[in-house]
């Protein structure tokens, strides 16, 4: 018999135990690891309304766990409740079982009902997940470049921000999550995390005693014979306007007498256009002449698992200024309920799901696509150039491109 349930406190041993072998980079199996892992699920479940462990119990025994997440989210600009797992990991003994599956569907299907539209995670394996109807979300660009290369306008707003400072650095964070698509409501309990950290420096972009911007990072060891050089990584870089992100990057810069590189991690396409020099210090040369500026990574994926319910929680939206009826056909084999075949009427670009009636244009994708089109990751021209969109009429394609433009592709700074 198996059964998907919230794990209990008896279970804390069991769950621990299958994190420290599905995860042995993690260094969970030492006994000290062990210990402050356990009291970490203990707290979460007995204080933590948000997040929750739920096992695959078969014959009553622990065959696997993940973690939920409840995660408020701004979607295209409207506050959406939904879900995020992570922590998915099988019991040694009962790899190949589809163990995850069951999880996953018994995560997939519990959300649904709750009247939850939008799900996401991050992947261990990007296809493994893709062929689970998740849709690739926003890449992110690495880059390491010398401090030198960034522009300085001045960075006397510039102060430490300490824990004693989180309100206003929580107001400035969710000033900033209301107006980008993709970005989740941070806790207390997160900003805890952040600020608890001793190796993290956190500095903010103060005016008139308001925060309007901050960035959180750490130093690295650049040499491993010589102290004195190290790097900076930055974890988090927030703005509200160009001052803050001024100064911010002004401070950056005025840290290069003593570091070598600056390594961060963004979703904006554009940033090279900010150094002097974007080079990563690889000095490698791409085809014919292109100076390696960065890698790329995909990551956090979404996944909408109901379709008609994702429209009527976003009818206040406006999908460009469209007056169109799109059919929709949408493949879902690893969650049937959600397949099927809508008429969405768009007026004026707001979205209504609509009874039988003529359309103006029908389009056929999976589900897993269909994610990465309506978050605003892909174009619907990209999609039917790449052969993963069906439409009865290719002269229509126009209209879609302008029904799911956005100007700024999903990001999120919220890992689990």
Known sequence: MEEIRPVSIDDIDEVVRIAALSYPGSNLLGAESRQRFAERV?????????VS??????????????????FP?????????????????????????????????????????RGISLVSLYPFRVDFYNQMGFGIGTKVHQYKFKPSSLPFVGKDKIVYIRKEDKE?????????ARQTHGMIKRTDREWDRLLDVPEMIVVGYKKEGRFAGYLAFQFQ??????????NIEVRELQYENREALAQLLSFLRSQADQIQRIEFTTPDEDFHLLLSDPGNGTDSILWSIYHESHVSGVGLMYRIIDVPGFFRQLSHHRFGSETVNVKLTIHDSFLPENEGTWLIKFVDGRPEVGEAAESDVSVELDISDFSSLVMGVVTARKLYQYGQLELDAPEKLPILDRLFAVSEKPRSVTTF
């Open 221 to 230: 060891s650049a040499h491993e014979k010589n102290k004195l050089v190290n």
């Open 42 to 50: 203990r707290e979460t479940i007995e204080n933590d309304p948000h």
């Open 168 to 176: 206003e650095l929580s107001a400035c964070y969710h000033r900033i």
């Open 53 to 70: 462990y739920h096992g695959c119990y078969r014959d009553g025994q622990l065959a696997g766990i993940m973690k939920w997440y409840d």
């Open 73 to 113: 989210m701004n979607v295209l600009g409207t506050p959406l409740l939904t879900g995020g797992i992570g922590l998915v990991a099988v019991d040694l003994l009962h790899k190949k079982e589809k163990v995850a599956m069951s999880m996953l569907q018994g995560f997939l299907s519990s959300y649904r009902e």
